[in-house]
């Protein structure tokens, strides 16, 4: 009797809701299916009814909004899956429902708003272009979800005719890359070396290196990007300038039993607050590793694995303070009228470091902006900080992703971005990528 009270209570909205019940398709019977809404009201996905009773879905952004929106034939994947309860239950007017009861005639299904910019997801789908990848956009202050990109695409309107070739794709087409994806984070990584240096060197501000283009330890060589002289550097201009060699050597000095600690802190090898399906980071590094090894993860190389998602919420993170807010892509779910029927609120997922480690962080992310690899950032008509990385994925040098990681207004911040670029080698910047977004939301 108790277990029957606590499922009744506790579990059943859960065993409801999950997308492998088959039960809640069998309310479609009932329930034209509803809308999937921006932020601003655009329509994301909706279900036209022809003058015979067919039911056509349609998501009128193609296949901008592709891994995000998702799709609901064929199984169901985004938040067609996630809001598939919502989007099949109707909270009309009852005495509308008793009218349609008795005529045979489909209730209206609730309408499920989103979090998500229209304007800006075509600013980020745009600036992707034809390359593969990912975009992320977030408001820190609260976990609002402004913008997901995955790339390549396919379109949801076509997918139940085009399923063998979607689902057998080389390129993994429907994977989200954005949540599922998993990437060397190259230099963006150099945030997370640099708050264990900080958290172990006290004296950190007093750092200094001086680079000749490359460092040579244990029989590894490790060159900077270019093999640019950087020359005396201090802790700043190490992350400014992006300098592997001092990295590296920052890499040397780091306990790794705390290395480790501090990325589980920042959740790595752990669950991630996401609605949406995701493959978890890994951080690999493991006492007794040599030296080689602690160089490579110190500059984000090596065996660590990240996603762009993770990499945003990490900078949301520093953004607001140290404190994560939980990422979420659902405002309110109303009726088809527009009542309100539920709505969310922002909540607080943890904090992943202090507001002075945060504070210490930003300022370095502003020094990319000011003067080093991110400068293309500079003299807008809005600040910015952020990272830049460019991580290797193949015993050619010349062939790389590329990364960014940023914010905007940075005093009081207003968007998160993580970009990256599958193969760009040296041809593309995620930073000129994160530049169309900011932009985009500010005009």
């Known amino acids: 009797m108790g277990y029957i009270a606590y499922f009744n209570v506790v579990k059943s909205r859960d065993i409801i809701r999950s997308p492998y019940n088959a039960r809640q398709d069998s309310y479609a019977k009932r329930v034209v299916r509803g809308k999937i809404l921006d932020k601003n009201g655009n329509v994301l996905a ?15 952004y ?9 799709y609901s034939v064929q199984g169901k994947s985004g938040l067609e899956s996630l809001e598939n309860f919502e989007l099949l239950t109707s909270n009309a007017f009852f005495l509308e429902k008793l009218k349609n009861e008795f005529q045979d005639k489909k209730n209206m299904g609730d309408n499920v708003v989103t979090t998500l910019d229209a304007g800006l997801q075509e600013a980020a789908y745009d600036a992707l272009g034809s390359y593969k990848g990912a975009v992320v956009a977030i408001e820190p202050s609260t976990g609002k979800v402004l913008a997901m990109v995955s790339k ?3 379109d949801p309107n076509t997918v139940a005719d085009n399923w063998e070739s979607l689902n057998s794709s080389e390129d993994s087409v429907l994977l989200n890359r954005a949540t599922q994806g998993q990437y060397a984070p190259g ?7 640099a708050l264990e240096y900080m958290r172990e060197h006290s004296d950190y501000a007093n750092y200094s290196y001086n680079c000749t283009g490359a460092i040579e330890h244990g029989g590894l060589t490790i060159h900077c990007f270019n093999n640019h002289v950087h020359g005396q550097v201090d802790f700043a201009d190490s992350i400014a300038y992006s300098c592997n060699a001092s990295f590296s050597n920052i890499g040397l000095s780091l306990d790794v039993g705390k290395f480790r600690a501090t990325a589980k802190e920042l959740l790595f090898d752990s669950k991630l607050p996401s609605d949406l399906p995701y493959s978890e980071s890994k951080f690999t590094l493991k006492k007794g590793a040599s030296d080689g090894e602690k160089m490579m993860t110190a500059m984000g190389q090596g065996q660590t694995q990240v996603s762009p998602y993770h990499m945003a919420l990490i900078t949301s993170a520093i953004a ?19 009542s309100v029927v539920d709505e969310n609120k922002p909540e607080k997922a943890g904090t992943l470091m202090t507001a002075g480690e945060a504070s210490k962080l930003k300022e370095y992310m502003t020094d990319v902006v000011q003067y080093g690899t991110a400068s293309v950032l500079s003299g807008q008509g809005y600040t910015a900080a952020g990272k830049t990385g460019t991580a290797e994925y193949s015993s050619d040098k010349e062939k790389d992703h590329s990364w960014f990681i940023g914010m905007t207004n940075v005093d009081n911040p207003d968007l998160v971005i993580s970009v990256i670029i599958e193969a760009s080698d040296g041809s593309a910047k995620a930073v000129n990528v994160a530049k169309q977004v900011f932009d985009a939301y500010y005009n």
Do not use: I, W
């Not at 607001?320 to 527009?338: D, F, I, Q, R, W």
């Open 46 to 60: 909706q279900t036209n009814v022809a003058e015979d009773g067919s039911e056509t879905r349609e998501y009128p």
């Open 62 to 70: 193609g296949s901008m909004f592709a891994h995000v929106v998702g």
């Open 187 to 193: 230099s963006t990584f150099k945030v997370v070396t």
């Open 152 to 154: 390549p695409d396919f």
């Open 320 to 338: 607001n303070g140290g404190m994560l807010m939980k990422p979420y892509l659902v405002e309110a779910v109303t009726n088809y009228s527009g």
